[in-house]
Every structure is written in C-alpha cells, then in structure tokens.
C-alpha cells in the first residue's frame, strides 16, 4: 500500500534562516505531488505541485521554493525565513489517472 | 478566478441531529469533486468524491453528498451524527480537464456533543 512521510513533523526556526521540508512517497511510482499550506480558517493554499522529475508549478509567488530531486521526493525550501512563513505545511501525492490526493502527516514550522 | 466556498466555519450539533454542510463552486466547467475530513491529530483524508454518474454519492461512515449543478453545489449530509464525528471538513474541486489544480473551500469545523 501507499504512504507518505514528511519530516520534520515539527520546527522552529529563526528568521532568515533556511528550510528544508522534505517529503515522500512509498508503494507508487510517478506520482503527481503537491506542497499546501493550511491556515486555520482559510482551508488548503496550494503552494507548488508537480507532474514529474525536475518539474515544478508555482501558484503562489512567495518566499519559498520546491524541489523534486527523484520520483518519489518533493522538497520545499527557503533561503531565508520570514515570519509570515510560519503555518502548518502539508505534502499531497496524487496518481496520474486519479484526481483523489492522499495527505500527508504534515510540519508545524515556527518562525521566531 | 475559481473559488470554493463552504457556508459555515462552525457547526455545533448534539449527538443524533441532522447535518448538511453547504458547499458551493465558482468553475462553469465539467469538475470533479470531494469532500475530505481531518479528524483531531489525524491526516486529512477522502470522504467521498464525485466524478460523473449519479449526482447522489455515499461515502465512508455514513456521509452522503449531492451535486446539484444547476446551484453549484456539493452539499455534505448525514442524517444522524456521532461525536465521533467532529472534526473539520474540506470541500475541493478540480477542473475535469486534466489539470492538477485542487481548489479547497475554507473548511468547517463540527464539533457533536456527546
């Protein structure tokens, strides 16, 4: 079966510091992947999402970046923390044929 | 721009009452569309979805959701809730044309007295 990890499950970190959220998957190959960030109130933001190796789609321009280095690995990431960036980030993945999205544990990130 | 919109950030219910929570979509387009649950301290997860077919769909623990697409609408129900029932819920929608691109409503919190 499926299953997704992400790690850190939670962080704090201080402003202007780097980030590096990592995310993956098991038990599929050539997943679609997705990066959200989950405010209380304001539902799921998609951040970036991915159709393959390499290929990244940006729906917010913001402070952070995504990376998906190998099949089953997607990465988001900061070269300098800002404040705002503190939420709770979530990592989806998605099967080529199926809409339906599987979610993550998630990472509370705190910037101080 | 395309939009999901859930009625009701919070519902307070007692065991055993009725629930509908109200769901409603900006896309003019053929869509799909879900409703996901995240119960407390768990991962969200698929509750039901709908593709095409019978605009009446069942999905896990007793939930049902009607597309109604002359109103735009995706609303949950269960006739009768549980506390274990209480948690948040998500409506989503996706455009039917390939793109990957999930819109999420703003959630409703339920919390069911025992």
């Known amino acids: 079966s499926q299953t997704i990890h992400q790690w850190p499950a939670t962080l704090v970190q201080p402003v202007g510091s780097p980030l590096s959220l990592e995310c993956t998957v098991e038990?599929?190959?050539?997943?679609?992947l997705y990066w959200y960030r989950q405010a209380a109130g304001r539902g799921l933001q998609l951040l970036f999402y991915?159709?393959?190796?390499?290929?990244i789609s940006s729906e917010v321009p913001q402070n952070l970046s995504a990376s998906r280095p190998q099949d089953r690995q997607f990465i988001l990431s900061s070269k300098k923390l800002l404040l705002s960036d503190s939420g709770f980030y979530l990592c989806?993945?998605?099967?080529?044929?199926?809409?339906?999205?599987?979610f993550g544990p998630g990472t509370r990130l705190t910037v101080l | 721009a395309q939009s999901v919109s859930q009625h009701n950030h919070h519902v307070i219910l007692s065991e055993a009452a009725s629930l509908e929570l109200g769901c409603n979509y900006s896309?003019?387009?053929?869509?799909?569309l879900f409703w996901y649950v995240q119960y407390p301290g768990q991962h969200l997860q698929l509750l039901l979805k709908?593709?095409?077919?019978?605009?009446l769909v069942k999905g896990i623990k007793g939930f049902e959701a009607e597309f109604i697409k002359s109103k735009f609408s995706f609303n949950l129900r269960k006739p009768s809730v549980q506390w274990s029932d209480t948690a948040e819920y998500f409506c989503?929608?996706?455009?039917?044309?390939?793109?990957?691109?999930?819109?999420f409503g703003a959630g409703t919190r339920l919390f069911v007295k025992a």
């Open positions: 989806a993945w998605s099967s080529q044929r199926e809409n339906e999205q599987f």
């Open positions: 991915s159709v393959g190796i390499g290929q």
């Open positions: 038990g599929t190959s050539n997943p679609n």
């Open positions: 709908y593709f095409s077919g019978d605009p």
């Open positions: 989503a929608v996706i455009r039917n044309t390939g793109g990957f691109k999930t819109i």
């Open positions: 896309y003019g387009g053929t869509v799909n």
